[in-house]
Protein backbone atom coordinates (compact mmCIF):
# COMPACT_ATOMS: atom_id res chain seq x y z
CA UNK A 1 0.00 0.00 0.00
CA UNK A 2 2.80 2.56 0.16
CA UNK A 3 2.34 3.34 -3.82
CA UNK A 4 -1.48 3.56 -3.60
CA UNK A 5 -1.85 6.65 -0.83
CA UNK A 6 0.11 9.66 -3.31
CA UNK A 7 -1.98 8.96 -6.26
CA UNK A 8 -5.94 8.38 -4.19
CA UNK A 9 -4.66 11.51 -2.51
CA UNK A 10 -3.74 12.74 -5.75
CA UNK A 11 -7.03 12.22 -6.83
CA UNK A 12 -8.54 14.29 -3.80
CA UNK A 13 -6.07 16.90 -4.87
CA UNK A 14 -7.80 17.29 -8.54
CA UNK A 15 -11.33 17.43 -7.29
CA UNK A 16 -10.00 20.46 -5.55
CA UNK A 17 -7.75 22.28 -7.46
CA UNK A 18 -8.64 21.21 -10.78
CA UNK A 19 -5.92 21.18 -13.58
CA UNK A 20 -3.11 22.29 -10.98
CA UNK A 21 -3.12 18.71 -9.86
CA UNK A 22 -1.29 17.86 -13.15
CA UNK A 23 1.76 19.26 -11.96
CA UNK A 24 2.03 16.86 -9.38
CA UNK A 25 5.04 14.29 -10.32
CA UNK A 26 3.36 10.66 -11.39
CA UNK A 27 4.14 7.75 -9.68
CA UNK A 28 6.75 4.87 -10.95
CA UNK A 29 5.24 3.10 -13.18
CA UNK A 30 2.94 0.26 -12.05
CA UNK A 31 5.11 -3.05 -12.02
CA UNK A 32 2.01 -5.21 -12.27
CA UNK A 33 1.63 -7.92 -14.87
CA UNK A 34 -0.70 -7.67 -17.47
CA UNK A 35 -3.61 -9.50 -17.79
CA UNK A 36 -1.97 -11.45 -20.60
CA UNK A 37 0.51 -12.71 -18.41
CA UNK A 38 -1.62 -13.01 -15.11
CA UNK A 39 -3.98 -15.64 -17.53
CA UNK A 40 -2.34 -16.46 -19.97
CA UNK A 41 -3.95 -18.95 -23.35
CA UNK A 42 -4.23 -22.63 -22.56
CA UNK A 43 -1.39 -24.36 -24.52
CA UNK A 44 -2.23 -27.64 -26.68
CA UNK A 45 -1.25 -30.37 -26.35
CA UNK A 46 -0.27 -33.58 -28.99
CA UNK A 47 -3.36 -36.09 -29.20
CA UNK A 48 -2.08 -39.07 -26.62
CA UNK A 49 -0.15 -41.86 -28.25
CA UNK A 50 -1.83 -45.51 -29.36
CA UNK A 51 -2.34 -47.03 -25.82
CA UNK A 52 -0.08 -49.45 -25.03
CA UNK A 53 -1.69 -52.76 -24.09
CA UNK A 54 0.61 -53.85 -21.68
CA UNK A 55 0.48 -50.53 -19.25
CA UNK A 56 -2.83 -49.00 -17.80
CA UNK A 57 -4.20 -46.05 -19.92
CA UNK A 58 -2.53 -42.86 -18.09
CA UNK A 59 -5.49 -40.78 -15.63
CA UNK A 60 -7.27 -37.56 -17.67
CA UNK A 61 -5.68 -34.53 -17.08
CA UNK A 62 -7.20 -32.40 -15.22
CA UNK A 63 -9.03 -29.22 -16.52
CA UNK A 64 -8.36 -25.72 -15.81
CA UNK A 65 -10.82 -23.51 -14.32
CA UNK A 66 -10.67 -19.94 -15.54
CA UNK A 67 -11.61 -17.66 -13.09
CA UNK A 68 -14.73 -15.32 -13.70
CA UNK A 69 -14.22 -12.21 -15.73
CA UNK A 70 -14.86 -8.68 -13.89
CA UNK A 71 -18.22 -8.10 -13.38
CA UNK A 72 -19.58 -11.81 -12.84
CA UNK A 73 -20.25 -13.62 -9.13
CA UNK A 74 -17.04 -14.77 -7.83
CA UNK A 75 -16.58 -18.09 -6.50
CA UNK A 76 -18.74 -18.63 -3.46
CA UNK A 77 -20.90 -16.19 -3.61
CA UNK A 78 -23.53 -17.08 -5.82
CA UNK A 79 -25.81 -14.36 -6.90
CA UNK A 80 -24.36 -11.21 -5.94
CA UNK A 81 -24.06 -9.02 -9.23
CA UNK A 82 -22.15 -5.82 -9.59
CA UNK A 83 -23.89 -2.34 -9.62
CA UNK A 84 -23.77 -2.49 -13.67
CA UNK A 85 -24.22 -5.73 -14.90
CA UNK A 86 -21.78 -5.31 -18.05
CA UNK A 87 -17.74 -6.18 -16.96
CA UNK A 88 -15.74 -3.08 -17.82
CA UNK A 89 -12.26 -3.86 -19.36
CA UNK A 90 -8.91 -3.00 -18.22
CA UNK A 91 -7.86 0.79 -19.54
CA UNK A 92 -11.18 1.55 -21.13
CA UNK A 93 -13.66 4.34 -19.51
CA UNK A 94 -17.17 3.82 -19.63
CA UNK A 95 -20.17 6.02 -18.62
CA UNK A 96 -22.87 4.88 -16.35
CA UNK A 97 -24.98 5.18 -14.38
CA UNK A 98 -25.09 3.95 -10.43
CA UNK A 99 -28.56 2.77 -9.34
CA UNK A 100 -29.72 2.84 -5.88
CA UNK A 101 -29.43 0.21 -3.71
CA UNK A 102 -30.16 -0.33 -0.27
CA UNK A 103 -27.15 -1.63 1.49
CA UNK A 104 -25.55 -2.11 5.22
CA UNK A 105 -23.15 0.28 5.94
CA UNK A 106 -20.27 0.64 8.52
CA UNK A 107 -17.87 3.79 8.66
CA UNK A 108 -14.31 3.16 9.29
CA UNK A 109 -10.82 4.73 9.01
CA UNK A 110 -7.45 2.99 8.28
CA UNK A 111 -3.81 3.88 7.13
CA UNK A 112 -2.76 3.20 4.03
CA UNK A 113 -0.59 0.21 4.40
CA UNK A 114 -3.17 -1.45 6.69
CA UNK A 115 -5.70 -0.69 4.19
CA UNK A 116 -6.98 -4.15 2.74
CA UNK A 117 -6.99 -5.99 6.04
CA UNK A 118 -9.00 -3.35 7.86
CA UNK A 119 -11.30 -3.07 4.82
CA UNK A 120 -11.81 -7.10 5.06
CA UNK A 121 -12.71 -6.86 8.51
CA UNK A 122 -15.34 -3.87 7.69
CA UNK A 123 -16.97 -6.50 5.02
CA UNK A 124 -16.78 -9.20 7.54
CA UNK A 125 -18.47 -7.30 9.97
CA UNK A 126 -21.45 -6.30 7.75
CA UNK A 127 -21.69 -10.00 6.76
CA UNK A 128 -21.96 -11.14 10.33
CA UNK A 129 -24.33 -8.86 11.34
CA UNK A 130 -26.53 -9.54 8.03
CA UNK A 131 -26.41 -12.92 9.25
CA UNK A 132 -27.75 -11.79 12.43
CA UNK A 133 -30.39 -9.90 11.29
CA UNK A 134 -31.36 -13.09 8.44
CA UNK A 135 -30.88 -10.59 5.77
CA UNK A 136 -28.75 -12.28 2.43
CA UNK A 137 -26.28 -9.53 0.92
CA UNK A 138 -27.53 -9.25 -2.50
CA UNK A 139 -24.50 -7.36 -4.58
CA UNK A 140 -20.61 -7.23 -4.12
CA UNK A 141 -18.69 -4.88 -1.40
CA UNK A 142 -18.01 -1.61 -2.00
CA UNK A 143 -15.55 0.86 -0.01
CA UNK A 144 -16.78 4.35 -0.82
CA UNK A 145 -13.36 6.91 -0.09
CA UNK A 146 -14.89 10.13 2.27
CA UNK A 147 -11.72 11.33 3.11
CA UNK A 148 -8.07 10.93 2.30
CA UNK A 149 -4.92 12.72 3.51
CA UNK A 150 -1.03 11.57 3.55
CA UNK A 151 -1.71 8.92 6.56
CA UNK A 152 -4.89 7.07 5.77
CA UNK A 153 -7.99 7.83 4.33
CA UNK A 154 -11.99 7.56 5.73
CA UNK A 155 -14.43 5.51 4.26
CA UNK A 156 -17.60 3.83 4.20
CA UNK A 157 -17.88 -0.14 3.72
CA UNK A 158 -21.14 -1.18 2.08
CA UNK A 159 -22.71 -4.17 0.90
CA UNK A 160 -25.95 -3.94 -1.02
CA UNK A 161 -29.34 -6.23 0.09
CA UNK A 162 -32.24 -6.54 -1.42
CA UNK A 163 -34.71 -4.69 1.39
CA UNK A 164 -33.39 -2.66 4.10
CA UNK A 165 -35.37 -4.04 6.63
CA UNK A 166 -38.59 -1.65 8.30
CA UNK A 167 -38.64 -0.58 11.19
CA UNK A 168 -34.57 -0.64 10.58
CA UNK A 169 -33.12 -2.68 13.88
CA UNK A 170 -31.43 -0.55 16.59
CA UNK A 171 -27.55 0.35 15.54
CA UNK A 172 -25.30 -2.10 16.84
CA UNK A 173 -21.18 -2.32 15.95
CA UNK A 174 -21.77 0.74 14.26
CA UNK A 175 -23.82 -1.35 11.44
CA UNK A 176 -26.69 0.90 9.39
CA UNK A 177 -29.02 1.32 6.55
CA UNK A 178 -28.82 3.24 3.99
CA UNK A 179 -27.96 3.08 0.08
CA UNK A 180 -25.11 2.84 -2.04
CA UNK A 181 -23.93 6.13 -4.49
CA UNK A 182 -25.83 6.40 -7.27
CA UNK A 183 -26.56 8.81 -10.61
CA UNK A 184 -23.96 9.65 -13.79
CA UNK A 185 -20.57 8.19 -12.99
CA UNK A 186 -17.44 7.21 -14.89
CA UNK A 187 -16.25 3.52 -14.47
CA UNK A 188 -12.38 2.76 -14.58
CA UNK A 189 -11.29 -0.98 -14.10
CA UNK A 190 -8.66 -2.09 -12.47
CA UNK A 191 -7.70 -5.94 -12.79
CA UNK A 192 -4.47 -6.81 -10.69
CA UNK A 193 -2.99 -6.42 -7.49
CA UNK A 194 -4.35 -3.49 -4.88
CA UNK A 195 -0.68 -2.84 -4.87
CA UNK A 196 -0.72 -1.61 -8.50
CA UNK A 197 -3.89 0.12 -8.28
CA UNK A 198 -2.53 3.59 -8.32
CA UNK A 199 -1.79 3.10 -11.89
CA UNK A 200 -5.39 3.14 -12.48
CA UNK A 201 -5.90 5.86 -10.21
CA UNK A 202 -3.07 8.51 -12.33
CA UNK A 203 -5.49 7.07 -15.95
CA UNK A 204 -8.53 8.54 -14.06
CA UNK A 205 -6.98 11.56 -12.50
CA UNK A 206 -5.90 12.25 -16.23
CA UNK A 207 -8.86 11.36 -17.95
CA UNK A 208 -10.36 13.92 -15.44
CA UNK A 209 -7.83 16.53 -16.36
CA UNK A 210 -8.05 16.22 -19.89
CA UNK A 211 -11.84 16.30 -20.57
CA UNK A 212 -12.32 19.44 -17.48
CA UNK A 213 -14.81 16.76 -15.94
CA UNK A 214 -16.02 18.05 -12.17
CA UNK A 215 -16.86 14.83 -10.32
CA UNK A 216 -17.94 14.77 -6.66
CA UNK A 217 -15.41 14.46 -3.75
CA UNK A 218 -15.09 11.05 -3.19
CA UNK A 219 -14.85 7.64 -4.92
CA UNK A 220 -16.19 4.37 -4.80
CA UNK A 221 -14.38 1.18 -5.04
CA UNK A 222 -16.24 -2.28 -5.71
CA UNK A 223 -14.20 -5.29 -5.45
CA UNK A 224 -15.61 -7.52 -8.39
CA UNK A 225 -14.24 -10.29 -7.16
CA UNK A 226 -13.22 -11.20 -3.01
CA UNK A 227 -10.45 -8.90 -1.83
CA UNK A 228 -7.71 -11.38 -0.50
CA UNK A 229 -4.44 -9.57 0.16
CA UNK A 230 -2.47 -6.30 -1.17
CA UNK A 231 -0.56 -9.03 -3.49
CA UNK A 232 -3.39 -10.95 -5.42
CA UNK A 233 -2.84 -10.43 -9.28
CA UNK A 234 -6.19 -11.40 -9.73
CA UNK A 235 -7.96 -8.81 -7.84
CA UNK A 236 -11.15 -6.96 -9.99
CA UNK A 237 -12.09 -3.76 -8.71
CA UNK A 238 -14.41 -0.86 -10.33
CA UNK A 239 -13.86 2.57 -9.35
CA UNK A 240 -16.52 4.71 -10.06
CA UNK A 241 -15.62 8.72 -10.19
CA UNK A 242 -19.10 10.47 -9.59
CA UNK A 243 -19.66 13.04 -11.66
CA UNK A 244 -21.17 16.32 -10.31
Given at each position: ??R ?18 A ?10 P ?15 P ?28 P ?37 V???K?A?A ?29 E??A ?20 G ?13 G ?8 Y ?17 F?E ?23
Amino acid sequence: MIRLRPLVFLASLVLAAGPLAAQQPAPPPSTAPSPAQTNPLPTTTAPNPAPDPGKSPAPAPEQAVAPPPAGQNAVGTPGRPTLIDKPGEPGDVDEVTLPTKPAAIVTGKTKWEEAVPNLKQAFARIEADLAKLGIAPAGRPLAVFTRTDDDGFEFEAMIPVASAPNPPPAEADGLRFGTTPSGKALRFAHHGSYESIDGTYETLTAYLDAKDIVVQDRFVEEYASDLKDSTDDNLDVNIYALVK
